[in-house]
């Protein structure tokens, strides 16, 4: 075992900053820049004091303090060494000297959202794209080299801004038949991905001070792109029956609320589904104030219960939901492509829009997966993985109740990738998070869909990532990382 020559520190006598504090920032540093590695033995207390002519104490005090932040870690027997799976630092301004670090950077001890280790996790709750195990993507492959040979003898010519038209006149059909949206090619716009999409919705419908309602919990990544536009984000609370619309209109008598965003057929994180009352009663807010609604129909590919419920744009007569879908859950989140339905005005602003930031799409994607729809090979990969998936879901529910027994509250969704898991004690689930972070097991905490960064609540957890036998060894790993581990004390 390689033992370093030593460890030169430099000690600032006048600083505010405790010694021992000075001694563990200047180790992260040093780790920071490369030159301890994960692995690397570090001199024992006495050593380490001896040469910075410091108390033994001071020293052991330091090491510590780098072990509980997981930086470095103690081996019976062996020594002290620099861990193999560090955290992540988030800096506040630029890098500063050793001595004042304390003052500029903070280490992150808690859920995966915010400390990601070097290695993966052996599960992921975190995931809920499709199984790729599943099925091959050699159809879609195919389709791809096809549709790049028709690109290729055209010239590779610029496209429609909105998308390539077949793509277009394909979701037209698929939108209409599934999701009740009478919508024509001509106001379909074809996007790189969800996050597009809502960014071209964003700067359509909203701008600076513009106030935008958004679910609550909900997803902090919609709140960052509606507040880049410079919009105030102000959040409505979500029930057992989806978003409460007498919130909202009470908070658009106080604020003059240019949009609101919901995810009505599988709320997301909670899973809730929105009853046709609420439905009936957004829509009737939104043509009493003008506001637009962003209906963001995520999930609704895995549906495991009929009938199920058209989408909210189906019962627009007011124009005024812009819907927004995604190809991520049907064929893989890489393909990172996505759409927007709406009145062919609103279509046309965000092309144009689109148009100052990306002249056109992957036309070759689009056509390859006009063709998979066309063809009808989409249809029956979908109609494969729901029965799949719903299998999945009960499997999970069961397993949760098994390891977990009275300690949660678990929702069952009628369709979706996920469930919502609510402890029936306060609990802080960065903790957990960050406990079955060590065990292996990934999963977002509760401040991640809170406004108020609150660390209790619910935690969401997909499902279709995970083969069986994976989901029963996280799910023990689960139970096991509980606070109390309630796996033994309290599961039935």
């Not at 992540?88 to 003052?103: D, S, Y």
């Not at 700067?203 to 609550?216: I, S, T």
């Not at 996280?474 to 509980?482: E, G, I, K």
């Amino acid at each position: 075992m390689l033992r370093p020559w030593g460890l030169p520190i430099q000690i600032d006598a006048d600083s505010r900053q405790p010694i021992y504090q000075q001694v563990a920032t200047s180790i992260i540093v040093e780790i920071q820049r490369g030159r301890l590695k994960p692995g690397t033995a570090l001199p024992g207390t006495r050593a380490l004091a001896k040469l910075l002519s410091l108390n033994r104490n001071t020293v052991a005090t330091a090491f510590e303090e780098l072990i509980a932040q997981g930086w470095v870690v103690s081996e019976k027997s062996r020594g002290t060494f620099i861990a193999r799976r560090l955290p992540r630092i988030v800096r506040n301004t630029a890098p500063a000297r050793p001595a004042e670090l304390g003052a500029t950077t903070r280490v992150e001890r808690v859920g995966p959202q915010v400390v990601e280790r070097l290695s993966p996790p052996r599960y992921s709750f975190a995931d809920e794209g499709p199984d790729p195990r599943l099925d091959g993507d050699i159809d879609f492959q195919e389709a791809f080299r096809r549709a790049a040979r028709a690109q290729y003898s055209s010239g590779w010519n610029y496209c429609d801004p909105r998308g390539a038209s077949q793509l277009r006149g394909a979701l037209a059909e698929m939108l209409r038949t599934r999701r009740g949206v009478l919508a024509e090619p001509e106001s379909i716009l074809i996007t790189r991905g969800r996050q597009m999409a809502l960014y071209l919705c964003a700067q359509a419908a909203l701008g600076p001070g513009a106030v935008v309602a958004v679910e609550q919990p909900g997803q902090r990544r919609v709140w960052e792109t509606f507040r880049v536009t410079g919009a105030r984000v102000v959040g409505v609370p979500v029930d057992e029956h989806g978003l409460q619309v007498e919130v909202l209109r009470r908070l658009s008598k106080l604020h003059p609320i240019r949009a609101v965003y919901v995810s009505p057929e599988h709320q997301y994180p909670t899973t809730v589904t929105m009853s046709a009352r609420r439905r009936q009663e957004l829509l009737q807010w939104a043509e009493e104030t003008g506001a637009v609604i962003l209906e963001d129909d995520l999930d609704h590919e895995y549906q495991y219960s009929w009938p199920s419920n058209l989408s909210l744009a189906s019962q627009d007569k007011n124009d005024s939901v812009i819907y927004i879908g995604s190809f991520s859950r049907l064929l893989m989140p890489g393909l990172n492509l996505g759409f927007i339905a709406a009145s062919e005005r609103r279509v046309r602003k965000m092309a144009q829009l689109r148009s100052l930031i990306d002249r056109q799409g992957e036309s070759a994607m689009e056509m390859s997966v006009a063709q998979l729809i066309r063809g009808g090979k989409l249809q029956r990969r979908l109609a494969k993985t729901v029965d799949e998936y719903r299998d999945r879901r009960d499997l999970l529910a069961s397993l949760l109740r098994r390891y977990l027994g009275s300690s949660v509250k678990v929702r069952v969704p009628s369709g979706g990738g996920a469930l919502w898991v609510q402890p029936e004690q306060v609990v802080n689930t960065r903790s957990w998070c960050a406990s079955a972070a060590e065990l292996g097991v990934k999963f977002c905490c509760s401040s991640a869909y809170s406004l108020d960064e609150a660390a209790n609540g619910g935690l969401r957890l997909g499902f279709t990532t995970m083969q069986p036998e994976e989901m029963e060894q996280a799910v023990q790993l689960l139970a096991d990382s509980y606070p109390g581990n309630v796996r033994l004390s309290n599961a039935s």
